[in-house]
T-cell receptor
Framework: GNSVTQMEGPVTLSEEAFLTINCTYT??????LFWYVQYPGEGLQLLLK?????DKGSNKGFEATYRKETTSFHLEKGSVQVSDSAVYFC???????????FGTGTRLQVFP | ETGVTQSPTHLIKTRGQQVTLRCSSQ?????VSWYQQALGQGPQFIFQ???????GRGNFPPRFSGLQFPNYSSELNVNALELDDSALYLC?????????????????FGSGTRLTVV
């Protein structure tokens, strides 16, 4: 079946630190991969996506590369800010559908 | 564009009751999906509606049902509420169902309705 596994949080960092949030997936065929962010009291916002192997999604300084050989889509940012504090969800969409399958989320806390 | 609006924001119901949650989709978006997010978990797909017809369903029992209206609004109905139905319910709209195309995840999510069943 299709599933997404994320590293557990919370991830606690100082401002300007390097961020990595690990995400691996299991899927049949060729899914599309996504990172969504959820700020307190708000809905989910699409952060970035990649639709095929070796694609790199990027947005607001965040990056993730679709690695088919390791079935991974790790989220990285070179220098986090306090405003990046939120819950981050890795998700996949199976081929030929736009249904989203989410991981359990990773809470990021950035301190000044 | 006005985004996706959900109502109410919070709701408390008693076990066995019925509840209707509402969603006003982004203008022009003819596809709406509903997700259930239990505390500390990722959202789980309930079902999707495309042009007022159900277009895919997740692993949820029939007491979860929905409707989509021509004015881009939609409803999620849950009958015979159980304690485990307590969750944040998210509505997400997109411009078009992808029907046979690779997923784009191009959804706009609402802020959700927090349902508590006691």
């Amino acid at each position: 079946g299709n599933s997404v596994t994320q590293m557990e949080g919370p991830v606690t960092l100082s401002e300007e630190a390097f961020l990595t949030i690990n995400c691996t997936y299991t899927a049949t065929g060729y899914p599309s991969l996504f990172w969504y962010v959820q700020y307190p009291g708000e809905g989910l916002q699409l952060l970035l996506k990649a639709t095929k192997a070796d694609d790199k999604g990027s947005n607001k300084g965040f990056e993730a590369t679709y690695r088919k050989e390791t079935t991974s889509f790790h989220l990285e940012k070179g220098s986090v800010q306090v405003s990046d504090s939120a819950v981050y969800f890795c998700a996949l969409s199976p081929y030929n559908t736009d249904k989203l399958i989410f991981g359990t989320g990773t809470r990021l806390q950035v301190f000044p | 564009e006005t985004g996706v609006t959900q109502s109410p924001t919070h709701l408390i119901k008693t076990r066995g009751q019925q509840v209707t949650l509402r969603c006003s989709s982004q203008s022009g978006h003819n596809t709406v999906s509903w997700y259930q997010q239990a505390l500390g978990q990722g959202p789980q797909f309930i079902f999707q509606y495309y042009r007022e017809e159900e277009n895919g369903r997740g692993n949820f029992p029939p007491r979860f049902s929905g409707l989509q209206f021509p004015n881009y609004s939609s409803e999620l109905n849950v009958n015979a509420l159980e304690l485990d139905d307590s969750a944040l319910y998210l509505c997400a709209s997109s411009l078009d169902s992808l029907r046979g195309l690779p997923g784009s995840g191009g959804y706009t999510f609402g802020s959700g309705t927090r349902l508590t069943v006691v």
